[in-house]
């Protein structure tokens, strides 16, 4: 089993709609989660920390269900510019600890 | 405030080559990690420095080394490359302090490393 494992899309969506992102982990020493996005052959930028049970910026949400071991992201009244890669990100391994990222979802929301 | 850095942007090498990738961390942080992306998959963990030392390591072969310098910009050097390490290869950086927000990575635009 993957380490962290995403829905593996793509997902195309119209203008304004809700989209969810799904996102397993295996490691339950995990301690805290990340979702970025990426655009197209640009770098990896930091959408949201996961830190707790979740949290909402703008039309954004995350949330983590530690139980179950899966972290989700709700877009909300989709814009033309969400349009990326969503990578699900878990940290593990203390101070000395390391990233490790799932393969991505790509969303294309469409006018 | 300059964000991270990396150079070259574009890097194209013979099998069996080295080569060396240069990042320099954006203003105020101290920890820097590197990343393989292969196309179409997320960024694979190679290895992080902090005070000069390797701290964490992912599944990368020795071919993979590294070095941060006391101003704390790193490079990593691949050796003896193989075509499969065709990649773009990211830099992050982030502070090593207490808090939450400490782990945050912010990344650098990447090296895009043919190989031929």
């Known amino acids: 089993r993957k380490e962290v494992e995403q829905d593996p899309g793509p997902f195309n969506v119209p203008e304004g709609a809700t989209v969810a992102f799904n996102c397993t982990y295996s490691n339950s020493a995990s301690q805290s989660f990340f979702w970025y996005r990426q655009d197209c052959r640009k770098e990896p930028k930091l959408l949201m920390s996961v830190y707790s049970s979740g949290n909402e910026d703008g039309r954004f949400t995350a949330q983590l269900n530690r139980a179950s071991q899966y972290i989700s992201l709700l877009i909300r009244d989709s814009k033309l510019s969400d349009s990326a890669t969503y990578l699900c990100?878990?940290?593990?391994?203390?101070?000395?600890?390391?990233?490790?990222f799932g393969k991505g979802t790509l969303l294309t929301v469409n006018p | 405030d300059a964000g991270v850095t990396q150079s070259p942007t574009h890097l194209i090498k013979t099998r069996g080559q080295q080569v060396t990738l240069r990042c320099s961390p954006k203003?105020?942080?101290?920890?820097v990690s590197w990343y393989q992306q292969a196309l179409g998959q997320g960024p694979q963990f190679i290895f992080q420095y902090y005070e000069e030392e390797e701290r964490q390591r992912g599944n990368f072969p020795d071919r993979f080394s590294g070095h941060q310098f006391p101003n704390y910009s790193s490079e990593l050097n691949v050796n003896a490359l193989l075509l499969g390490d065709s990649a773009l290869y990211l830099c992050?950086?982030?502070?090593?302090?207490?808090?939450?927000?400490?782990?945050?990575?912010?990344f650098g635009p990447g090296t895009r490393l043919t190989v031929t």
């Open positions: 992050a950086s982030s502070p090593l302090k207490p808090g939450q927000r400490s782990y945050e990575q912010y």
């Open positions: 203003s105020g942080h101290d920890t």
């Open positions: 990100v878990e940290r593990s391994g203390g101070s000395n600890y390391k990233l490790t």
